[in-house]
């Protein structure tokens, strides 16, 4: 094996890791500005015009995140091999 391949392939893994790393990041930034909408719609329900506008007649005196079970994509082995 020529250096210059073991370079590629080398770049390849480093890439792979970084564009697996970018997703899980991005992933991890829609799960947290779902959960900060959630958290201004239930703040907001809490106030008395918040109760007129969600039709929420009782307010909400304690948040309970949505409940559900949600998991993390998990991220692609560095061993993926493309063809």
Do not use: D
């Amino acid at each position: 094996m020529s250096p210059y391949t073991a370079t590629n392939q080398n770049r390849s893994r480093l890439s792979l890791k970084l564009a697996n790393f970018a997703y899980n990041l991005y992933v991890t930034y829609q799960k947290l500005a779902q959960y900060r909408e959630s958290v201004k719609r239930a703040e907001g329900a809490i106030g008395a015009e918040g109760a007129e506008e969600n039709n929420n007649p009782l307010p909400i005196t304690h948040y309970q995140p949505p409940t559900t079970n949600y998991q993390f994509p998990t991220p692609c082995s560095s061993r993926t091999t493309w063809i």
